[in-house]
């Protein structure tokens, strides 16, 4: 699917990937914003361990593939994830129905969100010019039962909020040359093992504009928890209009493992019938009362 290809002179290497199914060439500025590149930041900037990494995609059935983000796997324990979408400017959030607007400036975007070690809370990291700033109140994680916990939804109002996948990525990275070998080293063995993921909705219909597309992400203990517990897309705020959730919704699971992760992150993916308030919402399920 993909591999790195390292030009290294005495202070610079240049990383490389190179991915089927895409169109185009990203460089410079504009691959450092991209999720393919976001979770190399701190060790290109840094030079700090990320951890395990693989992207997922999306593929549109109409001959296009987008990048739905990246997900990592910190030396913490922590989960990562590095969203893919164009538009990462945060407008607003809500508790308990009251919308909170969120002023920012224009340098301000979402990076990435954080699932704690103890799966219990998630919280997303704001980047104001190259630097870490959250701003947003931590969100609870939903215990579906012991071994089964959903981690967050994020909903689009079509496949082109993603940005579309480039054939090919580069980011030059400098530091002395001893340096960087140990940074290309962990480089590689942070995709050492990688299965990246290709996903869909689960139909071929195509979309007619009345419907959203859903991303959930749940955290699998044992690998074997999952049994179609889709949580139903995002409500009340999140919506320009109500929205009638099907007893059965048509789901595609796929099944994301990481090394040294016991269990596996799950990812399903639907549409439903309805308009968001915004290009993408991020949301959490709300524990029955």
């Known amino acids: 699917m993909a591999s790195f290809r390292d030009k290294k002179s005495k202070q610079t290497a240049v990383i490389s990937l190179q991915l089927e199914n895409g169109s185009g060439d990203l460089r410079g500025a504009e691959a450092a914003k991209s999720a393919l590149f976001r979770p190399f930041r701190q060790i290109v900037e840094d030079g700090k361990p990320i951890g395990k990494l693989t992207y997922v995609f999306f593929d549109n059935q109409r001959g296009q ?6 997900l990592v796997r910190t030396p913490g324990s922590r989960l990562l994830f590095f969203p893919g979408v164009k538009g990462r400017r945060v407008n607003w959030h809500s508790r308990d129905n009251r919308i909170t607007p969120v002023v920012t400036n224009p340098s301000e975007t979402l990076d990435h969100i954080t699932l704690e070690s103890d799966l219990g809370t998630w919280h997303v990291t ?68 990688a299965v990246f993921r290709i996903t869909q909705l ?5 979309m007619t504009g009345e419907e959203f597309i859903s991303f959930e992400f749940f955290v699998d203990k044992t690998g074997w928890a999952f049994t179609n517990n889709a949580m139903g897309g995002p409500g009340g705020t999140s919506l320009l209009s109500p929205i009638a959730v099907p007893a059965q919704t048509l789901t595609r699971v796929d099944k994301i493992e990481f090394t040294g992760l016991t269990g596996n992150v799950v990812l399903v993916v639907y549409s439903l019938q309805g308009k968001l308030r915004d290009e993408t919402i991020y949301w959490t399920a709300t524990p029955p009362k």
């Open 65 to 70: 593939h987008f990048v739905l983000g990246s």
């Open 202 to 206: 689960p139909t071929d219909a195509p």
């Open 126 to 193: 704001i980047l104001s010019e190259g630097k870490k700033e959250t701003r947003l109140p931590r969100m609870p994680s939903y215990t579906v039962d012991k071994n089964l916990v959903f981690w967050f939804g994020m909903s689009i109002r079509k496949a082109e909020c993603l940005e579309p996948t480039p054939a090919s990525i580069q980011l030059s990275m400098g530091s002395t040359s001893a340096d960087m070998e140990r940074r290309i080293a962990i480089i590689y063995d942070s995709r050492d093992k």
